[in-house]
């Protein structure tokens, strides 16, 4: 196909047949046609391989003067440019839209993160059709594509198995190939994986040595070979996007080990050592000062002695699981390297979606749910030192304290979820393509944001920025091109503006100088309290000046041009679709009170076996109220075994199973607390119903309940759950139909063992009270459980 360049802004690309003579019998010698030749970027055109590593801070990889060595990093400086002012959005989610679609993150509907969207348009998770991804623009010009790892950026109403499908990679999204995980994070040992949009189990189990880190390098290593072996003149675009680092911090225990009593000395001092490495490397200014910390975060000195074994662990739990996560992306550059294409391979590897999480709470998390869910008290100073030596293994869900995620984000302020200051924003970025790049080794300083990255990879490629995509005119990109920071270390920096925001924490930086104010801190999960955004007090630095982390508050020396930012900050806000202004988090879990879609409606919800991988958002909510489960079995002679509905799993959830043939209701509070119902009698052989009806204490959130099981309309059993889990149980387990996948909510079963092994017609799930006779009609289940919906 030959293509005129001009023709690429309209993608796809217009098919345009030449006229000519056309002959009635194609045996003619005058028959001629050109020959059909693939579409194909202009020549040169590199391949690119995007590397994103999660929830990482400034000062945590030894690159950047951190503590986590990061060999793989560390040989792509040297070989290409650092850059220690590139941007991020402070979370995850609206980062990675940033980074696909070359837009500001409200601009794309992405605010904060797609669990607590709301119908705001700069806060509603739905990417605008105006806004086509860099995925689908580098496609529909001829690159092969493919994505590994995370994608956080699916609407919750449409993340279920039946679609629709606009916003998943493989779809909508611009990219032919999709192995990962649909979410904001992910059971590195038992992950709930996607290929394309079809749910598939990990290859192995934690006890032959899976994880998901190596799995994902491995799909991607073998897409890449195979992409070269069958389509060599075809560049490949390569989105790398690993759960790591993000919680839960699971590692073998190997690498873990290699830092066992690196950080006895506490985060004051581990700041203080990084500050001063940095200064050596040089990726800071010589000038540059270290912030203080602030009074919100305790000193390594006002922590519990007894707790101090189990934040040492943390850490080098922590530090084991980056340099883990950089040893994959390694591997996948020894391969590009063996193919003999690592000279003609943009890479940019990206130290951090956002700044170090500070969700752990300030004694850090065996179960970061237990801080989702507004119950971190139960995980005591005694119940931690109990699992110091489980955390990063498979029975953990870990994150550290907040300090740690401070002391990452050296030499900054605050951390991830802060946008209004470089912790939240600033991450470390390296980028490699020896053909593109005349410096090796070099240092960059220029302003860079997220948002640059697509407008540099088309520049790049030599392609134009598409006009329309597929029908759809499309909006301007916003970002701008790094391009010209690959050979001239010292050109003056072209992307001079850019505003900030995230759950009411805001910023603008215009020239040098930024304007910010921090609005809320972010380990207050459930019910911090936060102050009106017109009292919110800013903060002015000079950035040009010499300071270069924003230690030196210049507002009241300056106080026309804070004023002038203020305004500025106001009308890039209006122009990105930032306001209205929402600080809200737990709330904006759930979906009546946000404003965003459901996919399930009304109070009764009918399942059917086989069904699963059903996310929190594609279930009706049972949390903080009373519910029933009824399911219709069979049970051949000999009685059955296995699940009839799980919700969770090993960290949180509930199940109604058969075990030992009698019925049992579990429920399970954070891996901390089990609560067990199980009936007097077995289910005889036959056609039955077992019904489960939880009657909710009332009074408040997380209350507990009184359980009933029943046979057939008769009581079998009755018990008691004393807690219940308020907001979510898992980010990543799901809910399962006559089977459990992933980690279980029982220890009575493994999801190896836990299908049900007689017949199960249909389960049904109701809200609210029992209905007085205990039983289903199955006449007329379909029709009320159709009509509730």
């Not at 579990?666 to 009936?679: C, M």
Request: glycine residues 10%; proline residues 7%.
């Amino acid at each position: 196909m030959t293509v005129d360049e001009n023709a690429r802004t309209m993608l796809p690309v217009p098919d345009r047949p030449r006229p000519g003579l056309t002959t009635y019998d194609a045996k003619d010698p005058q028959t001629s046609f050109p020959p059909i030749s693939p579409l194909l970027p202009p020549e040169g055109a590199p391949n690119v391989l995007i590397v994103l590593v999660d929830d990482v801070g400034f000062g945590a990889s030894s690159t950047f003067g951190g503590p986590c060595s990061t060999p793989t990093l560390e040989r792509l400086s040297r070989g290409g440019l650092r850059y220690n002012r590139f941007h991020t959005t402070a979370l995850c989610a609206p980062s990675r839209q940033a980074l696909l679609t070359g837009r500001n993150h409200h601009s794309v509907g992405m605010g904060s993160i797609t669990e607590t969207a709301t119908s705001a348009p700069g806060q509603s998770s739905l990417r605008p059709n105006t806004k086509a991804p860099l995925a689908m623009t580098l496609k529909l010009n001829g690159y092969s594509t493919a994505q590994f790892g995370k994608c956080h950026e699916v609407p919750v109403w449409q993340s279920s198995p039946i679609g629709p499908f606009d916003a998943w990679p493989s779809a909508g999204g611009g990219f032919e190939t999709f192995y990962g995980f649909i979410g904001g994070e992910n059971n590195q040992w038992d992950p709930a994986l996607y290929e394309g949009t079809t749910a598939v189990e990990p290859p192995a189990t934690p006890e032959e040595g899976y994880h998901l880190t190596e799995d994902l390098a491995d799909h991607a290593i073998g897409w890449i070979r195979t992409q070269k072996a069958l389509a060599p003149q075809r560049p490949f675009f390569v989105y790398f996007a690993p759960g790591a680092t993000h919680a839960p911090h699971h590692v073998p225990r190997e690498w873990a080990d290699k830092y066992k009593g690196a950080f006895a000395e506490g985060w004051d001092a581990q700041r203080e050592a990084t500050f001063a490495r940095q200064k050596e490397l040089g990726v800071i200014p010589a000038d540059a000062e270290l912030t203080p910390r602030h009074a919100e975060i305790p000193s390594w000195d006002e922590m519990p002695d007894e707790l101090k074994p189990v934040l040492e662990r943390e850490m080098e739990v922590y530090a084991g699981f980056l340099e883990h996560t950089d040893h994959h992306i390694g591997r996948i550059v020894d391969a590009i390297e063996d193919l003999g294409i690592l000279e003609d391979t943009l890479i940019y590897y990206i130290v951090g979606d956002n700044g170090a999480s500070a969700e752990g709470t300030l004694n850090g998390a065996f179960n970061e749910m237990a801080n989702f869910n507004g119950m971190a008290a139960l995980e005591t100073p005694e119940f931690m030192l109990s699992k110091m030596d489980e955390f990063g293994t498979p029975s953990s869900y870990n994150h550290y304290a907040v300090g740690w995620a401070w002391a990452m984000d050296t030499p900054f302020q605050w951390t991830k979820q802060v946008a209004s200051h470089w912790g939240g924003t600033r991450n470390g970025t390296v980028v490699h393509w020896p053909k593109g790049i005349a410096e090796p080794g070099g240092l960059r300083s220029q302003f860079t944001h997220v948002i640059d990255i697509a407008p540099t990879i088309l520049e790049a490629a030599g392609l134009p920025e598409p006009v329309m995509v597929n029908g759809v005119q499309q909006a301007p990109i916003e970002g701008t091109s790094m391009l010209y920071t690959f050979d001239q270390p010292d050109a003056a920096e072209r992307h001079d503006l850019q505003y900030f925001e995230m759950f009411g924490n805001r910023g603008i930086y215009h020239q040098g100088w930024s304007a910010v104010t921090k609005h809320r801190t972010p380990w207050d999960m459930v019910g911090g309290g936060t102050i009106a955004f017109d009292d919110d007090v800013w903060e002015l630095y000079d950035g040009a000046g010499g300071d270069y982390s924003q230690a030196r508050d210049l507002s009241a020396e300056h106080p026309d041009r804070l004023h002038y930012l203020q305004r500025l900050w106001l009308i890039e806000a209006v122009k990105y679709n930032v306001l209205p202004l929402d600080d809200r988090t737990a709330d904006r879990v759930n979906p009546d009170i946000a404003g965003r879609p459901t996919l399930i409606h009304g109070d009764t919800q009918l399942f059917f076996p086989g069904m699963g991988r059903l996310s929190e958002n594609s279930v009706v909510s049972i949390k903080n109220k009373s519910f029933s489960v009824t399911a219709e079995i069979t049970v051949p002679a000999g009685g059955a075994n296995g699940v009839l509905i799980a919700q969770g799993g090993r960290f949180g959830g509930w199940t109604l199973y058969l075990h030992e043939n009698r019925p049992t209701f579990l429920y399970n509070v954070l891996g901390i607390h089990e609560f067990a119902t199980r009936a007097d009698t077995p289910v005889p052989e036959g056609t039955h119903q077992v019904r489960m009806e939880f009657a909710y204490d009332g009074g408040g959130l997380a209350k507990g309940g009184d359980v009933t099981l029943y046979l057939d309309g008769e009581a079998v059993g009755t018990g008691r759950v004393a807690a219940t889990q308020a907001m979510i149980f898992s980010a990543d387990e799901t809910t399962d139909i006559g089977f459990e996948s992933g980690t279980t909510v029982s220890p009575d079963y493994t999801a190896a063992t836990s299908r049900f092994t007689g017949k199960l017609a249909w389960v049904q799930l109701d809200l609210g009270a029992d209905d007085n006779d205990h039983f289903v009609d199955p006449d007329e289940r379909f029709r009320i459980a159709m009509a509730r919906q």
